[in-house]
């Protein structure tokens, strides 16, 4: 009998769950929504705000939290976009694989539930104008660096060629 009571609380023991909780920074949904809607047809683009407008401006990133707001409770999570659209696509089809994707990859990742989408679309542009003005100052700082590189390089070659005719032209004058 004393073996069976010894059984019994092992088995007790062993179905006992850890105490504690699993929750998520809003960073971590801001990242699960910008890679899940990075194929979306018709969207060019998250606008983050006036202050990553001017980030992005300068220096080349590849965040894929601007422009994403979320908040994120223990079940559910609610997501704000501002979004730019591409010239020629409809909002609402947009909108709806948008919340297509968000929900299947929130649901995925985290097991949370997507509640709520609310998403402006602050632009609308073609794909050439966002290209346009997705270069940063880095990019045409590194621009000009190459072009300067490239016409000094081009000068350098012009007073080699200069300076070894003239040592050739002096040469045959000497004989």
């Known amino acids: 009998m004393s073996t069976e009571k010894t059984t019994t609380q092992n088995?007790?023991?062993?179905?006992?769950q850890p105490k504690g909780e699993l929750t998520f920074d809003d960073k971590v949904i801001q990242k699960v929504v910008g890679y899940a809607i990075e194929n979306v047809t018709g969207l060019l683009g998250v606008d983050g705000g006036f202050v990553a407008n001017i980030k992005n401006k300068i220096?080349?990133?590849d965040n894929p939290t601007d422009g994403i707001d979320v908040e994120v409770g223990k079940e559910q999570v609610a997501v704000d976009l501002?979004?730019?659209?591409?010239y020629g696509?409809?909002?609402?089809d947009i909108y709806k694989q948008l919340t297509e994707v968000i929900t299947k990859q929130v649901r995925e990742t985290t097991s949370l539930t997507l509640v709520e989408l609310n998403v402006e679309v602050v632009d609308i542009q073609t794909q050439k104008?966002?290209?346009?003005s997705q270069t940063s100052l880095q990019d045409r700082v590194t621009d000009a660096g190459s072009t300067i590189k490239e016409k000094t390089s081009d000068g350098v070659d012009a007073v080699k060629k200069t300076t070894s005719q003239a040592v050739n032209d002096d040469d045959n004058r000497v004989k």
Do not use: G, K, P
């Open 11 to 16: 088995t007790a023991t062993e179905n006992r």
């Open 59 to 61: 220096v080349n990133t």
């Open 82 to 86: 501002d979004i730019i659209m591409e």
């Open 89 to 92: 696509h409809n909002a609402h």
């Open 129 to 132: 104008e966002f290209d346009a």
